[in-house]
Protein backbone atom coordinates (compact mmCIF):
# COMPACT_ATOMS: atom_id res chain seq x y z
CA UNK A 1 0.00 0.00 0.00
CA UNK A 2 0.70 3.48 -0.28
CA UNK A 3 1.04 6.01 2.52
CA UNK A 4 0.88 9.48 2.00
CA UNK A 5 2.03 12.49 4.36
CA UNK A 6 1.35 16.04 3.97
CA UNK A 7 2.56 19.12 5.71
CA UNK A 8 3.45 22.28 5.55
CA UNK A 9 0.18 23.95 6.31
CA UNK A 10 -0.27 26.83 8.65
CA UNK A 11 -1.74 30.34 9.02
CA UNK A 12 -0.53 33.18 6.50
CA UNK A 13 -1.94 36.81 5.82
CA UNK A 14 -3.75 37.31 2.55
CA UNK A 15 -1.18 37.90 -0.48
CA UNK A 16 1.09 35.40 1.50
CA UNK A 17 3.01 32.51 0.74
CA UNK A 18 3.34 28.78 1.80
CA UNK A 19 4.94 25.43 0.89
CA UNK A 20 2.95 22.09 1.29
CA UNK A 21 4.92 19.11 1.03
CA UNK A 22 3.63 15.39 0.15
CA UNK A 23 5.71 12.44 1.55
CA UNK A 24 4.91 9.23 -0.52
CA UNK A 25 5.84 5.95 1.24
CA UNK A 26 5.46 2.72 -0.43
CA UNK A 27 6.08 1.53 -4.38
CA UNK A 28 4.82 4.43 -6.59
CA UNK A 29 5.29 3.78 -10.34
CA UNK A 30 5.56 6.65 -13.45
CA UNK A 31 1.97 5.22 -13.67
CA UNK A 32 0.79 7.35 -10.79
CA UNK A 33 -0.69 11.14 -10.65
CA UNK A 34 -0.27 12.79 -7.97
CA UNK A 35 -2.68 15.59 -7.30
CA UNK A 36 -3.40 18.13 -4.24
CA UNK A 37 -7.60 18.48 -2.89
CA UNK A 38 -8.28 20.80 -1.00
CA UNK A 39 -11.53 20.71 1.55
CA UNK A 40 -13.12 24.55 3.14
CA UNK A 41 -15.61 24.46 5.85
CA UNK A 42 -19.01 23.29 4.81
CA UNK A 43 -18.26 23.06 1.28
CA UNK A 44 -17.36 19.53 -1.00
CA UNK A 45 -13.76 18.40 -1.83
CA UNK A 46 -12.29 20.27 -4.84
CA UNK A 47 -9.49 19.31 -6.66
CA UNK A 48 -6.55 21.45 -7.05
CA UNK A 49 -3.70 20.18 -8.68
CA UNK A 50 -1.82 17.44 -10.63
CA UNK A 51 1.36 16.26 -11.50
CA UNK A 52 2.40 13.52 -13.68
CA UNK A 53 5.24 11.25 -12.38
CA UNK A 54 6.40 9.68 -15.77
CA UNK A 55 6.61 13.78 -17.30
CA UNK A 56 6.62 15.81 -15.17
CA UNK A 57 3.70 17.62 -16.10
CA UNK A 58 0.96 19.04 -14.47
CA UNK A 59 -2.62 20.86 -14.59
CA UNK A 60 -4.27 23.28 -11.97
CA UNK A 61 -7.82 23.93 -11.07
CA UNK A 62 -8.50 27.67 -12.66
CA UNK A 63 -8.53 29.57 -9.31
CA UNK A 64 -5.35 28.64 -8.65
CA UNK A 65 -3.41 28.73 -12.36
CA UNK A 66 -0.82 31.42 -12.23
CA UNK A 67 -0.37 31.76 -8.13
CA UNK A 68 -0.04 27.54 -7.43
CA UNK A 69 3.08 25.68 -8.67
CA UNK A 70 3.55 22.03 -8.19
CA UNK A 71 6.41 19.97 -8.10
CA UNK A 72 7.96 16.44 -7.85
CA UNK A 73 11.24 15.02 -6.61
CA UNK A 74 10.29 11.27 -7.55
CA UNK A 75 13.89 10.24 -6.12
CA UNK A 76 12.22 11.20 -2.89
CA UNK A 77 8.98 10.40 -3.44
CA UNK A 78 7.82 14.02 -2.61
CA UNK A 79 5.69 16.73 -3.65
CA UNK A 80 5.32 20.41 -2.98
CA UNK A 81 2.71 23.13 -3.55
CA UNK A 82 3.77 26.20 -3.69
CA UNK A 83 1.07 28.60 -2.72
CA UNK A 84 1.79 32.26 -3.52
CA UNK A 85 -0.91 35.00 -3.51
CA UNK A 86 -3.08 33.51 -1.23
CA UNK A 87 -6.38 34.41 -0.58
CA UNK A 88 -8.55 33.90 1.92
CA UNK A 89 -11.01 31.64 0.17
CA UNK A 90 -7.76 29.48 -0.40
CA UNK A 91 -8.63 28.64 3.11
CA UNK A 92 -9.18 24.78 3.87
CA UNK A 93 -8.12 21.49 4.71
CA UNK A 94 -5.49 20.34 1.91
CA UNK A 95 -5.03 16.63 0.73
CA UNK A 96 -2.60 15.21 -1.49
CA UNK A 97 -3.92 11.89 -3.47
CA UNK A 98 -1.88 9.31 -5.29
CA UNK A 99 -3.85 7.67 -7.95
CA UNK A 100 -2.55 4.76 -10.09
CA UNK A 101 -4.57 5.07 -13.00
CA UNK A 102 -3.45 8.12 -14.02
CA UNK A 103 -6.41 10.21 -12.84
CA UNK A 104 -5.09 12.93 -10.86
CA UNK A 105 -7.32 11.52 -8.03
CA UNK A 106 -10.02 11.00 -9.44
CA UNK A 107 -9.63 6.94 -10.27
CA UNK A 108 -11.47 4.12 -8.00
CA UNK A 109 -7.97 3.25 -6.74
CA UNK A 110 -6.34 6.59 -5.33
CA UNK A 111 -4.72 6.14 -1.75
CA UNK A 112 -5.20 9.72 0.68
CA UNK A 113 -2.91 11.39 3.09
CA UNK A 114 -4.66 12.81 5.78
CA UNK A 115 -4.58 16.84 5.87
CA UNK A 116 -2.64 20.01 6.24
CA UNK A 117 -4.49 23.18 6.95
CA UNK A 118 -4.32 26.06 5.46
CA UNK A 119 -5.74 29.32 7.07
CA UNK A 120 -5.86 32.37 5.23
CA UNK A 121 -6.84 35.72 7.42
CA UNK A 122 -7.75 38.79 5.47
Known amino acids: DVQLQASGGGLVQAGGSLRLSCAASGFISDDYTIAWFRQAPGKEREWVSC????????RYYDSVKGRFTMSSDNAKNTVSLQMNSLKSEDTAVYLC???????????????WGQGTLVTVSS
Open 97 to 111: AADPLGLCGLGSETY
Open 51 to 58: ISRSDGST
